[in-house]
């Protein structure tokens, strides 16, 4: 991390990342949106000086786009700026989830990849592996040429977030909160003994959770982390696709009032079977696996792995692409069709 960079200079920065390449007056006028008293001189200078430590660089005739410093800095510089930015979408985006899981309607939060188009098919031939296992379905919208700056050969796909989890409980006055994001040991069909905890697997939960590996505290922005730990190429699923027992999963953890467990555990359950993942709820007084030692008294412990951090970690971490986001913006339901489908009509 460098200090090297105020507030203004970070909202430069990503700003010119949303609409590079950008010129300096449109820049400004962005900046004014956002509630900046700001000229365009003084832009015109910070711009120099964001060249100079390159971090930008100025295309002619088109104005600045991000440098590859530039997009490291972005990414993990400026950490509590980044995670106030983050917690902020979230609870945006939480409460803008329509989605209804006993009707399988509504707009729901996704994740995307960016993958050319030579790697598509690919890409769902391994998918498809995954949606065999218990943690299926695995839902995927597609949009082709989502950015006019890339190639016509890129092709986003969307997935379900687990911030849908949280926006389904909250329409519903269940206000849960997040809490860790992590690392867990899964497995779609333990035998008992295998439990580091007196747990059960039920169907509706898309396998097991034995354990945690790693919690990491968000501070309510547990997506940060996600993204650092598909970075980090912590998940590690391919020994599943393989045949082997288990695999290491990112999930997030939040807790929500104990009064409404079989509620939750009902909506969580609707959701897992249409969206897919793997889901484990926890009452204060039974064990594990829980992140940080058991929840209050009056709180439920639920952790949920949702199918987009998972095909994110999967194809991120097969080399298919490293232009991706595990949050990024609402999108209806029924423009997600299983992978299975897609493949098989090869629309892309």
Not at 20 to 40: F, W
Not at 215 to 242: F, M, N, Q, W, Y
Request: charged share 25%; glycine share 10%.
């Amino acid at each position: 991390m460098t200090d090297r960079l105020d507030n203004r200079e970070y909202d430069l920065l990503r700003l010119i990342e949303a609409h590079e390449p950008i010129g300096s007056i449109r820049l400004v006028d962005q900046l004014h949106q956002r509630g900046y008293s700001i000229k365009g001189r003084t832009v015109r200078l910070l711009l120099s000086e964001l060249d100079a430590n390159g971090f930008t660089e100025k295309i002619p005739g088109q104005g600045r786009r991000l440098t590859e410093k530039g997009q490291s800095e972005l990414r993990h510089g400026h950490v509590n700026g980044r995670l106030e930015q983050v917690r902020e979408r979230i609870a945006v985006l939480t409460g803008q989830v329509t989605y209804d899981p006993l009707e399988d309607t509504g707009e729901l939060v996704t994740s995307a990849i960016d993958l050319p188009r030579s790697m598509v098919e690919d890409a769902f031939n391994m998918l498809t592996t995954v949606e065999s296992l218990p943690i299926g379905p695995v839902p995927v919208a597609i949009e082709e040429n989502p950015n006019e700056n890339q190639s016509e050969d890129i092709v986003r796909l969307f997935f379900p977030s687990s911030i849908t989890l949280d926006g389904v409980l909250l329409s519903r006055g269940i206000n849960s909160q997040l809490q860790v994001a992590g690392i867990v040991e899964y497995h779609p069909d333990p035998a008992p003994e295998q439990f580091a905890h007196e747990g059960t697997i039920k169907s509706d939960h898309g396998g097991a959770i034995l354990r945690y590996t790693d919690a990491v505290s968000g501070e309510g922005s547990t997506v940060d982390i996600a993204d650092l730990l598909i970075e980090a190429k912590r998940p590690s699923i391919r020994p599943l696709l393989d045949g082997e027992d288990s695999g290491l999963f990112i999930v997030d953890n939040r807790e929500f009032p104990l009064i409404r467990y079989e509620e939750a555990f009902d909506l969580a359950a609707a959701t897992r079977a249409h969206l897919g993942g793997v889901i484990d709820l926890r009452k204060p007084r039974e064990n594990g696996p829980f992140p940080c030692g058991q929840p209050g008294w009056n709180f439920a412990s639920l952790t949920y792995g949702a199918i987009g951090e998972l095909a994110i970690s999967l194809l991120a971490g097969e080399g298919y692409s490293e232009s991706w986001t595990t949050l990024q913006g609402l999108k209806e339901r029924s423009a997600f069709r299983p992978v299975a489908t897609v493949l098989a009509h090869k629309d892309w």
